[in-house]
């Protein structure tokens, strides 16, 4: 009962005409972002971030979450009738969704899809719901020996299910770390880092100049590389007719639906994972457990509706170790981290105790969006069509304005600008070398709690190292891991002629 009264009083300010304007305006401008190929929705809340300082901390959040919420209905848009993913979140939305297209059954497709965001987002709210209180609960047990384990299980995380190779996910998130200890020392005082004495280092590199370069700069210098011809756009009207077809057709998706629901949840949470493999797993279980599997990449209305269930389903998923952790789960949530700690809001277990107004307002304003998401999505449709023919270099040179004025407002100096243009290269020259981004920015987000959590830990024990592995919590996330760790390891050995040759014997002794 605790649970709806929070709820009802979390509807009470998520409803309040500013907090439903920009709750609005978020899944709309989100639809368009992540319709657009290049932008998606970790691009898009890197450049709109800094307009968020027009408005209060908790509709700023609700803004940014609506934006994700949105891109992640917008990238099947794309998907479908380009045959270009808007975000890699929604590949696998490709598979099929470009073959109903070119059968002349967009319309279909888009509604599949938007049903399934739909149907992914209302289960991956409400299990939100019911698990962010209890979760907070437990991490309130949470010391700083705790908190540094935590983070470090965080990392260990990327290197066992990112999928990048692990040598280039240790160098980004070591990087990460070695930026964000630029600046002045939290306890001493003194400058570290800063370059030959550059004033503008003193009060370090800003994760928004980070990720703006990164995603914003280094994502429109890679679009403009990679799209070397424009493609076909399929033609896509929706009537009432075809969307009560649409909705029969669903009939035979209601497994897919409940699969990538559930899976793209708890994928959605590990911290290394996100919505794109989610929407590829889920991919696979809908097309092995399908009655017509030779259907699966011809067409089938399953394979559009299972990843974007999942998709939806883990974006919400992974707010929920963002919000009671401070441990993000996806590249995008380690942005609203960002700017939540830019707002003074400090993600974990207290903010429930302290800002328990702002908690709920957020987890309420999900399910909003996700209904205003599925009828602005379908209505929306010839606009988006529309939108899509724009000409990329407008569509740059837009992209381009808003990460400079962006980079530049905050602070109002020409150091971030020239940072934002850095980073900018850097992420070109990092995404073309196949190095990952997300831990980069993950280890400059989580950096400075990483170093306060271990300084305070051993200053409290005298600088016995071995209170980490005493206290139980910490001692078992510090196991996990080292076995996180060596994990990569272990599965290299494993292809080893030796070891096989040593399988194959014991397979043939038994």
Same mark, same amino acid.
């Given at each position: 009962?605790?649970?709806?009264?929070?709820?009802?009083?979390?509807?009470?300010?998520?409803?309040?005409?500013?907090?439903?304007?920009?709750?609005?305006?978020?899944?709309?401008?989100?639809?368009?972002?992540?319709?657009?190929?290049?932008?998606?929705?970790?691009?898009?809340?890197?450049?709109?971030?800094?307009?968020?300082?027009?408005?209060?901390?908790?509709?700023?959040?609700?803004?940014?979450?609506?934006?994700?919420?949105?891109?992640?209905?917008?990238?099947?848009?794309?998907?479908?009738?380009?045959?270009?993913?808007?975000?890699?979140?929604?590949?696998?939305?490709?598979?099929?969704?470009?073959?109903?297209?070119?059968?002349?059954?967009?319309?279909?497709?888009?509604? +599949?899809?938007?049903?399934?965001?739909?149907?992914?987002?209302?289960?991956?709210?409400?299990?939100?719901?019911?698990?962010?209180?209890?979760?907070?609960?437990?991490?309130? +047990?949470?010391?700083?020996?705790?908190?540094?384990?935590?983070?470090?299980?965080?990392?260990?995380?990327?290197?066992?299910?990112?999928?990048?190779?692990?040598? /280039?996910?240790?160098?980004?998130?070591?990087? =990460?770390?070695?930026?964000?200890?630029?600046?002045?020392?939290?306890?001493?005082?003194?400058?570290?880092?800063?370059?030959?004495?550059?004033?503008?280092?003193?009060?370090?590199?800003?994760?928004?100049?980070?990720?703006?370069?990164?995603?914003?700069?280094?994502?429109?210098?890679?679009?403009?590389?990679?799209?070397?011809?424009?493609?076909?756009?399929?033609?896509?009207?929706?009537?009432?007719?075809?969307?009560?077809?649409?909705?029969?057709?669903?009939?035979?998706?209601?497994?897919?639906?409940?699969?990538?629901?559930?899976?793209?949840?708890?994928?959605?949470?590990?911290?290394? +994972?996100?919505?794109?493999?989610?929407?590829?797993?889920?991919?696979?279980?809908? /097309?092995?457990?399908?009655?017509?599997?030779?259907?699966?990449?011809? =067409?089938?209305?399953?394979?559009?509706?299972?990843?974007?269930? +999942?998709?939806?389903?883990?974006?919400?998923?992974?707010?929920?170790?963002?919000?009671?952790?401070?441990?993000?789960?996806?590249?995008?949530?380690?942005?609203?981290?960002?700017?939540?700690?830019?707002? =003074?809001?400090?993600?974990?277990?207290?903010?429930?105790?302290?800002?328990?107004?702002?908690?709920?307002?957020?987890?309420?304003?999900?399910?909003?969006?996700?209904?205003?998401?599925?009828?602005?999505?379908?209505?929306?449709?010839?606009?988006?069509?529309?939108?899509?023919?724009?000409?990329?270099?407008?569509?740059?040179?837009?992209?381009?304005?808003?990460?400079?004025?962006? =980079?530049?407002?905050?602070?109002?100096?020409?150091?971030?600008?020239?940072?934002?243009?850095?980073?900018?290269?850097?992420?070109?020259?990092?995404? /073309?070398?196949?190095?990952?981004?997300?831990?980069?920015?993950?280890?400059?987000?989580?950096?400075?709690?990483?170093? /306060?959590?271990?300084?305070?830990?051993?200053?409290?024990?005298?600088?016995?190292?071995?209170?980490?592995?005493?206290?139980?919590?910490?001692?078992?996330?510090?196991?996990?891991?080292?076995?996180?760790?060596?994990?990569?390891?272990?599965?290299?050995?494993?292809?080893?002629?030796?070891?096989?040759?040593?399988?194959?014997?014991?397979?043939?002794?038994?």
């Amino acid at each position: 009962m605790d649970v709806l009264q929070h709820l009802a009083d979390g509807f009470a300010i998520s409803l309040l005409p500013l907090n439903l304007g920009v709750l609005i305006l978020g899944v709309t401008v989100g639809l368009f972002i992540g319709a657009m190929p290049g932008l998606g929705s970790v691009n898009g809340v890197a450049i709109l971030l800094p307009i968020t300082f027009l408005v209060p901390p908790a509709s700023a959040i609700i803004f940014l979450a609506a934006i994700y919420y949105g891109a992640m209905y917008g990238g099947a848009i794309s998907s479908i009738l380009l045959g270009i993913p808007g975000a890699s979140t929604a590949v696998a939305t490709t598979f099929d969704g470009r073959p109903l297209a070119q059968k002349g059954q967009a319309g279909l497709a888009l509604i +599949a899809a938007a049903v399934g965001s739909f149907v992914g987002g209302t289960v991956s709210v409400v299990l939100f719901t019911l698990f962010a209180a209890p979760l907070a609960d437990v991490a309130l +047990a949470f010391g700083p020996a705790e908190e540094f384990a935590l983070v470090l299980l965080a990392f260990t995380t990327f290197l066992a299910l990112g999928g990048d190779d692990v040598l /280039k996910t240790v160098i980004m998130i070591v990087l =990460g770390l070695v930026l964000s200890t630029v600046g002045l020392d939290l306890i001493s005082g003194q400058p570290r880092l800063i370059f030959g004495d550059l004033p503008g280092f003193y009060s370090g590199i800003s994760f928004l100049v980070l990720a703006i370069g990164l995603y914003g700069v280094g994502e429109i210098l890679w679009t403009i590389e990679q799209t070397r011809h424009k493609p076909q756009v399929m033609p896509a009207h929706i009537r009432f007719s075809d969307l009560v077809a649409g909705f029969r057709a669903l009939k035979s998706s209601v497994m897919a639906m409940a699969s990538g629901s559930l899976l793209g949840y708890f994928v959605g949470m590990l911290p290394a +994972a996100g919505a794109t493999p989610a929407s590829l797993m889920a991919y696979g279980v809908a /097309k092995s457990t399908s009655r017509r599997p030779e259907e699966f990449g011809k =067409g089938a209305v399953e394979g559009v509706v299972a990843p974007e269930t +999942a998709n939806n389903a883990a974006s919400t998923g992974s707010l929920l170790p963002m919000l009671t952790l401070g441990i993000p789960g996806s590249p995008t949530t380690a942005l609203l981290l960002g700017g939540m700690v830019m707002w =003074g809001l400090m993600p974990g277990p207290m903010l429930f105790i302290e800002q328990p107004e702002f908690v709920w307002g957020l987890i309420s304003s999900l399910y909003t969006a996700n209904v205003f998401a599925v009828v602005i999505n379908l209505a929306l449709i010839p606009l988006f069509v529309w939108s899509l023919r724009m000409p990329l270099p407008v569509l740059c040179a837009l992209v381009l304005v808003l990460c400079i004025v962006g =980079g530049y407002t905050p602070n109002q100096k020409m150091h971030d600008v020239w940072l934002i243009a850095a980073f900018g290269i850097a992420g070109y020259v990092l995404r /073309k070398l196949d190095y990952p981004l997300a831990p980069l920015v993950l280890a400059l987000v989580l950096g400075p709690l990483m170093e /306060k959590s271990l300084r305070q830990a051993l200053i409290a024990a005298q600088g016995d190292v071995t209170t980490f592995i005493e206290r139980p919590i910490s001692g078992t996330f510090i196991a996990i891991a080292l076995l996180l760790f060596l994990l990569p390891l272990i599965r290299k050995l494993r292809h080893l002629p030796l070891f096989k040759r040593a399988a194959a014997s014991s397979g043939s002794s038994a």
